[in-house]
DNA sequence: GGCAAATATACAAACGTTTGTACAAAAATC
DNA sequence: GATTTTTGTACAAACGTTTGTATATTTGCC
């Protein structure tokens, strides 16, 4: 491998003026710079990152931490994220968690050794709150937190528009005509449940409907407790559901189906999510999406541009099937 | 940050022996090396990985190049190679082509530059050879091919039972009574495609009927060209289809919802695929599905292990509702 | 106890870059 | 033309490790 050393010598010049010309340095003449950079291609070389990180004590990495790579959601942020940085000569490493705060703790020291330009970080289920990652990545360490956030962290935060978007979701049920409204609720120790259920009781209310609790159904996002959470719905007279899950929707359905319940002329559903089958499936899914690939691509914009704010994404309606009874 | 040299003077020994101790070496008394790391985890010692991969020449990160992180499929591939890859000490850095053969130079020059341990390569679509990887990385940087390989490129392979995957796929549809079979094809410019159109005349041959060419619909992969090559499939009389491509296979569902056509009574249909759609649609889609995070494992193994040869993991019949006729 | 062998540690160079300081040459000022 | 200023380059140290060689210490043996 040719080094700065070798072009150096073969010009008669020092090392350091051949760094300075390869770095675009004021310093060096324009005609050196221009031999340098002759001589360079000439000579193949390429700049031995790992030697330029360790003088710099900084690499042009960007460390990702996630709980599972080959989730839908997941996987596209690290797509976006991807996508924006490497334009700006970032490389992107990424460790999953699998959703254990050890894994997390692990990742983000292995991160902080490779001395990473900043950390993109969604935490783990396990972690309650984010002193950790204050003791392991200190504060010199640019940290941008996307979905799964503490308030209490330093640094950017990328979110979803949880509220606005159940807002809009169920506002959009109201306008269908739908007259008793449940929703299929998450855990309410996550923050983002707890917005998306504020979204959907302050579209009730400022339609003038009440907010009744006895058709909020808590803890319900896979397959088997949203069809659970559907029929009891019915029981309660539901016409239409929110749901803050794709998967407890598609239980939902099986529910509707199950009773011949037609949807969306009889019953209306809109989910929240990003999963493909949802406008695969027959109905169709409404759904309130999120965009994983914006927020990683704002992630980071975030840090690129040095911006420690909170950005709030927008999440995007998708009108389908299954809750549009005017076509 | 505390420094070999930190704990080497607090201890009053020299940096090469705490570096020494703390690797293990049997060239340090026991004594030494316990009260070393004692010191060295008092003092939050925690190796610059920079430092110690200029030195050696040589990272512990694995590069995973891949045209688009977000697929279901590469995903996947990524965290299952990122599982076994962490365990053994390793962390990912990840690119993606975007399908370019330009991007995958710069992919795999950067991977080089930073000194990664080896390289896990899935080709852009642009790629029509190995070359160009043979002169960026040279002979001695590990090579591991998944999926999208060139057989003249060294290394270990990790490919998909394409045939015998089309074969066991074809010959179920034959078990479940079907008489007419015909074939959503993909691209036979795609080895993968190739290989699954030979599975699948294989299992004809083998149950002694008769390839019929004309019911081989090439160069469908989306769904609009499933929906078409499903409506010339039922003109041309076939009962059954095996199709190559999960989109492809959702095209061919709608035609025959059109028409009425009941599956899996009077139309059966296999599709190979990863995506968690076809379990969740009604009725379910039988698939063929590969397994990329297998894949991802096997990739991982075969370069912690050192092996150059070509691994060929199986692919799993999944039969669901659209070719059961038994249920 | 003296010598050789084995063991444990110290020394120093190296990996390839970056960057502060020093110095030389050219240009500008009087 | 001598002095100051500017410009361009050289020198050398540093980043934190690893590792070959040399040296000091201990051990074993007669």
């Known amino acids: 491998m040719v080094t700065i050393t070798d072009i150096a010598a073969s010009l008669g010049v020092t090392p350091s003026t051949v760094s300075r010309a390869l770095a675009g340095s004021s310093r060096v003449k324009e005609s050196t710079r221009l031999a340098v950079e002759k001589r360079a291609a000439e000579m193949g070389y390429e700049r031995n990152v790992v030697a330029s990180n360790l003088r710099k004590g900084r690499s042009n990495m960007v460390g990702i931490v996630v709980p599972r790579i080959h989730r839908e959601f997941f996987s596209n942020v690290i797509g976006g994220a991807e996508s924006v940085l490497n334009q700006a000569g970032y490389n992107v490493i990424i460790c999953q968690t699998m959703e254990s705060l050890d894994a997390e703790i692990k990742a983000l020291k292995a991160l902080r050794n490779y001395r990473v330009a900043a950390v993109f970080l969604s935490h783990a289920i396990e972690c309650k709150n984010g002193s950790h990652v204050r003791e392991v990545l200190g504060n010199d360490l640019p940290l941008v937190q996307f979905d799964r956030v503490f308030p209490d962290l330093p640094g950017a935060k990328i979110v979803g528009a949880n509220c606005e978007g ?62 659970e959470a559907c029929k009891k719905a019915l029981e309660a007279g539901c016409d239409a559901l929110y749901s803050t899950g794709a998967f407890s929707a598609l239980g939902a359905m099986d529910a509707l189906k199950e009773k011949g319940i037609r949807v969306p002329e009889d019953f209306g ?41 909170t950005e709030v994404i927008p999440m995007e309606l998708h009108i389908r099937q299954s809750s549009n009874r005017n076509k």
Chains 1, 2 share one sequence.
């Open 166 to 227: 159940a807002f809009t979701a169920t506002k959009h049920l109201i306008s269908q005509g739908y007259k008793r409204i449940g929703t299929i609720a998450g855990f309410m120790t996550s923050q983002a449940y707890v917005e998306r259920l504020a979204g959907y009781r302050l579209a009730l209310e400022s339609a003038g409907m009440t907010f009744d609790p006895s058709i909020v159904f808590e803890d319900s996002i896979v397959r088997e407790t949203g069809y």
């Open 269 to 309: 559903i809109v989910a929240t999510s990003n999963e493909s089958f949802t406008s695969l499936m027959s109905p169709s899914l409404s759904t309130l999406g999120q965009q994983p690939f914006e927020m990683g691509q704002a992630a980071a914009r975030a840090f690129l541009e040095g911006r420690t704010n």
